[in-house]
């Protein structure tokens, strides 16, 4: 049993290294974008329209990855789209984690009107559509970074309420809560000393996942053309444009779908491997 | 002619060099009651669950024999070894509230093996279920034949498992801790119940209990077990007359009893338990050196 | 009973929601709809048409009043009943999400049993592994991955649209995929699963995982039961024990959350449509969004919202029918 | 200074039964303590013994007072604590303590044993919390550093002595055990027995110690309350009681239990 319990180990211990190395990757490209992209991201050009990456015959030297329709360099947009994409993960994902898991360990542990008033407002957002939701408050507010940001907190913030709602509930029965409260602590002050250090790992493996999850609606929402105004480098842009010309140039598809694609996977995994690595009850 | 037989039983957790059960032996005769006491982690569990097949998916068998009824279990295919042990034993389990399926009537619970395995006609093996829940004193056994488990108390439910267990006619039933999880008084009903359906139906018993007022009551012989292995082999009279093994002396000192308020209680010694380490050390050399 | 009013309470607030987000719209949809040169006389005779002139709390009341007797209003762009267009987009949508669900339930459920047949082996390690791939990516991702690899690099399958436009269509109904089936049209019928199988399948992949790795793990608990041993030792196989003993057990804790799961990927059609071009509600909402159809954004809304209660309601009735617990009598 | 650490008079709790609730209006409240009047001395330890659904467990946390009885009076010390609130409570939960049953699930398993056993300390503004919490440390018999393990590192009987550690920490003058052995090897059972008993004696403190085992009750305590769904219905000295158990639920209680004994007659 230990030993099965090791083996989990080494594969945790791989897939956190992997999603980090991924991930830092995509952060160094975000920082240093002006000094490694090849091109300016967005300068056009007709003639070069459409050139295949590098390792396909008619390739225009200097454009690795190829050009889209415009003439535009794959590349240095993709490596520009990163900015927008970790801006995004990051403080959307931070902001949604505050909001949603705060009324989430209130609702949970304090219980009563507190809970009963939280619960109705996720029961009334669990009906909506969270696509069309986003799409809706985009058309709203007016597309633009911020728009994103506000409207990915707006939507997704049931996703920590309801899970740590439910387990702040579960740990609010054990008895070491009540031991604290024997020993007279507060209820506040018992929420965060007793509550919130058991539903930790949980909200930490929910916030990575909350950040992939907020990449993927700002490429949505870049997709359907809501999200950054016209032709900044975005990496869901410019997976709009592929889709368009899939049949004659895979490649402006191909590369930021991957990029997205990494993305994602190292962010739900970053999380489940740092739970398993740092929680003291699993190590 | 005993009717179980163990020889040499060792068992340990897969891939692992963690003893479980060190060279267990042991024999029941038909019709006896064999108790098997230790504390938790001494590996009494273990033996009910290696004889009945049911040993947890991490732990394998790494030698000795079990023999029932004259024949090697382990030399049968794992489905003739399935069906020997569903047709001639059965198990009653520690906790009533988990042991009857909550979404399956109690019918076919008990009806089951005695149509499925031993090939009955339904209808013979709804009478006879009848009959068992009657013998263990359920009121009214039709209307329970139709309830599902949530419709009883802890009790009704613990007799119906008994009942089931004697349903086949088995030679031999492995009861693991079947009282632990009651109150006192209940667990006395049970206890008298289980010894009563023996007495009648002849059946060989290995009782697991962590409890030596319980097999005090029920039990004919007793093996003490430590670390997995068997420290004492005593017939219930003289162990309580008198334990051979330190060790054992030493748990009969730690067990409470209301009837001499004077006698101090005393925490098994860490000498004792050097001791009976001591012992299981030599063992594994032993072992290692063969 | 109190089931019922929490969900009404649910519903009236997405409409209050809805209303209020849609109300602060900047830029008059009225506008758009005039041509150049328009007088403002023109502009507020159409507000007044569309109540636009009216205080928020009005036009609330008033499309309330019309909502309870099925009207929700008139389509600024098309000049149509929305109630009309909605329910005639609505069975392209359900026809996508049952398909999708029927497809992860399989999956998953497959999933779930082949790993507990197998736990605590390689080939449980293995699926693991690839639950958590497909649960931890979104079905945005998985339908463009399933249109690059099935659509262009080995198209096997159809990757825009519900039906070949070529094709003569004899139905009724718009349930199409079950129309076909019902009227034995089986060319018809294949030629819609191919368009379906797509987009179907990348609604499934997450929520297949999520049925896995639930459904195994609560499988896996029940493994443990003494019920479970109790059939053991009476003479029963593994095979045997797992779907007569454990199985039905297993699935009531994964029940209501696949109920929630369900109404995820209903959300998930809205971008799965317009990515596969499929004429459903998704795609119809989003065309209402960039038109700023205020009418049929309510409307499809409130339908969504409607499908969401109305999956939940079943899930509860479901769990009460499969665990005798609750049941009566 | 009277004699009574504690009084109850007239101890009532009811809890909604959700299971049997109508469509309208309000649940049935099950009855759980009907009226219970007792009191338990300075320096004395008073078993509490029951069957499951005596409302044994419901009664120790009336006493200290993480449930609200919803009829009678809970007297501590002279002060009526039956209806005051955290604030007001705060200064008193230094004087009464608990000990779990469950201490895998009483012990934060996110927190090590030196924490766990300083945090009330340090909540009550003790000075020299450290070495307080070494004091604790020696006094249940563990080296000091025992203080940097997690609760899951520990067997069940060092788990239970952490519990008791943290208890004693305070230097309370009253503690409540509840079913705190049941869950032990007898061989751990006896030590952490033995343990509580020294402590008890050695610092002065009130116990009321709830139990299911007369076996265990008889050995630590000096009087016993038997109580039989939600009523007392016996209380008397030790000795007394198992030499004329005056209620027919008690002789059958006794009756019940198997002694390790062959020649014991158990019908």
Known sequence: ?283 | MNYLELKGLSARIMRQNHPLLRSVSLALAPGEVRGLVGESGAGKSMIGKAVLGILPKAVELTGGEIWLDGQDLQRLSARDRRHRIGQSCALIPQDPLTALNPSRRIAPQITDRLVDILGWERARAVTRAEELLHEVRIEDPARVMRAYPHELSGGMRQRILIASAFAAEPKLIVADEPTTALDVTVQKQILKLIKDMQARHGTAILFVTHDLGVVSKVCNRLSVLYGGMVVEDNDIDSFFAGPRHPYSRALLAATPKYTDPGASLTPVPDSVIAGVRGEIEAFDQRQAHV | MGRLLTTLITLLGVAVVVFVVIRVVPGNPIAMMLPPGATEADIARLNALYGFDKSIPQQFFIWLGGVVQGDFGTSITARQPVTGMVLGRLPATLELSVMALVMACVMGGAMALWGTRRRETKTEAAIDVANGMALSVPDFLWGLLLILGFGVLWPVFHISGRVTPSLELPFTTNFYLFESLIRLRFDLWADIVSHMFLPALALAIPLSAIIGQLLKQSLKETMHLDYVTLARTRGYGETHVILREALRNAILPTLTLVGVQFTFLIGGTVIIERLFSYEGLGNMAIEAVTNRDLPLIQGIVILFALIFTGVNLVVDLLYAVLNPRLRHG | MSEDLYRAEGLRLSLPDLNRKPLWGPAPRNEILKGLDFSIRRGEILGIVGGSGSGKSTLGRCLVRLLQPTGGRVLFDGQDITHLDDAALRPLRRRFQMIFQDPMSSLNPRHRVGQLIAAPLHLHGVQDVRARVAEALDLVGFPQEMASRYPHEMSGGQRQRVGIARAIALRPDFILADEIVSGLDVSSQAQVLNLLERLVKDLGLTLAFISHDLSVIRRLCSRIMVLYQGEIVEESETAALFAAPRAAYTRELLDAIPLPDPQQVWA
Not at chain 1, 37 to 50: C, I, K, M, T, W
Not at chain 1, 79 to 107: D, E, H, K, S, W
Not at chain 1, 199 to 222: D, F, N, Q, W, Y
Not at chain 1, 253 to 272: D, K, M, N, R, Y
Request: some cysteine; glycine content about 10%.
């Open chain 1, 1 to 283: 049993m230990a030993d099965a319990r090791m083996m989990v180990r080494r594969q945790a211990g791989a897939r956190l290294w992997l999603s980090a190395f991924w991930l830092g990757l995509v952060a160094l490209a975000a920082l240093f974008a002006p000094l490694i992209a090849p091109h300016d991201p967005l300068a056009q050009d007709l003639f070069l329209g459409r050139m295949p990456p590098f390792w396909v015959a008619g390739a225009e030297p200097g454009y690795w990855l190829g050009t889209d329709s415009l003439g535009r360099d794959v590349l240095s947009r993709l490596i520009y789209g990163a900015r927008i994409a970790l801006t995004v993960a990051l403080v959307a994902g931070a902001a949604t984690c505050v909001l949603g898991a705060g009324l989430g360990l209130m609702a949970g542990y304090m219980r009563g009107w507190v809970d009963t008033v939280i619960s109705r407002f996720i029961d009334i957002w669990m009906a909506f559509p969270p696509v069309l939701f986003s799409i809706l408050l985009i058309a709203v507010m007016g597309p633009g970074l911020i728009s994103i940001i506000i409207a990915i907190v707006i939507i997704d913030w049931t996703r920590f309420a309801r899970v740590i709602r439910a387990e702040a509930m579960g740990q609010g029965a054990m008895d070491y809560v009540a031991s604290a409260r024997v020993a007279g602590r507060g209820r506040i002050s018992t929420m965060l000393t007793e509550i919130l250090p058991n539903v930790l790992p949980t909200i930490v493996v929910l916030l990575t996942l909350e950040m992939g999850i907020a990449v993927i609606i700002e490429a949505i929402l870049s997709f359907v053309n809501l999200s950054i105004p016209t032709d900044d480098a975005t990496w869901g842009g410019m997976i709009s444009e592929g889709r368009v010309s899939i049949h004659q140039a895979w490649w402006v598809l191909v590369f930021p779908l991957i990029a997205l694609f990494l993305t994602v996977l190292a962010f739900s995994q970053l999380g489940e491997g740092l739970k398993d690595r740092y929680d003291p009850v699993l190590r």
